[in-house]
């Protein structure tokens, strides 16, 4: 088995990591950004997703990832792990789905909350304190979803008919199209940032560059929150005015 996971400030490669630590020592977690990922897939038959939902569907650059590569999922046995700040329907599902049209088996789903990511929205915050029961909650899930899969009975959250229209009613109908394609909403307060380029290194779509210590977007972001989460000087917002709290998953923990 082999665990595969897109992640913006930590939430899905750490209970990625946590699910292959708790189903086998020999399991292993990969970044869809690792260079070597596809050689990767093509040698398992059982495949685990992780990945964090955006208004109850797939991030652009995960679903890209999975349609550039369809010819990898054939015959795939898969399991889809969902990491939300507060609500998702059919976040294992909607993934699920577009892996089906490929040939993939999809033999289950889990859905965790985790502690929000996106920085700039004060509505979505939480308490130090609440945050780290989500994330000892979500291990403990964890924990029970892997014995359930262990015995062929894995949990089947976010998958059927009625997660499909918790998440359609509940979000992507009102604001599914803000991931049909990569935002250019990505702003830089250029009385605050120093030109450090920690935001180019971290950028999963090389949509950030620096130019005479500036910031040059591609308006190719995936609304991961990486940069936002992560630069020193709280210089970057996306969907909100101004950074509310900072959230990576070590701060947590």
């Not at 950004?33 to 992780?50: C, G, H, P, S, Y």
């Not at 030109?195 to 609304?223: A, F, R, S, Y």
Request: with cysteine; aromatic share 8%; net charge positive.
């Amino acid at each position: 088995m082999v665990v595969i996971y897109f992640s913006g400030t930590g939430n899905s490669r750490y209970v990625a990591e946590l699910f292959c630590n708790e189903y086998d020592e020999g399991a292993k977690a990969f970044s869809i950004e690792d260079d070597d990922i596809t050689q990767v897939v093509k040698n398992e038959e059982m495949l685990v997703f992780a990945y964090p939902v955006q208004y109850s569907t797939v991030p652009k650059i995960l679903r890209d990832f999975i349609i550039e590569n369809n010819e990898l999922w054939e015959s795939k046995k898969v399991f889809v792990i969902a990491t939300m700040g507060l609500f998702s329907g059919d976040g294992a599902g909607i993934l699920g789905r577009l892996l089906l049209q490929y040939g993939a088996e999809v033999i289950g789903g889990l859905h965790l909350k985790m502690p929000d990511s996106i920085g700039d929205e004060k509505v979505l915050k939480r308490p130090l304190e609440k945050n780290r029961e989500l994330v000892k909650k979500a291990e403990q899930k964890i924990s029970r979803s892997v014995q359930l899969l262990k015995s062929g009975k894995p949990t089947q959250e976010g998958i059927g008919v009625l997660y499909r229209m918790a998440g359609f009613f509940g979000q992507r109908l009102y604001f599914g199209h803000k991931t049909k394609n990569y935002s250019n909403k990505l702003r830089v307060d250029e009385d605050k940032c120093i030109g450090c380029g920690k935001c180019e290194k971290l950028c999963p779509m090389n949509n950030i560059k620096i130019v005479d210590k500036k910031v040059v977007q591609n308006n190719q972001c995936t609304m991961c929150y990486r940069c936002i989460n992560n630069c020193s000087k709280q210089a970057m917002t996306l969907l909100g005015k101004k950074v509310v709290e900072q959230s990576v998953i070590e701060k947590y923990l």
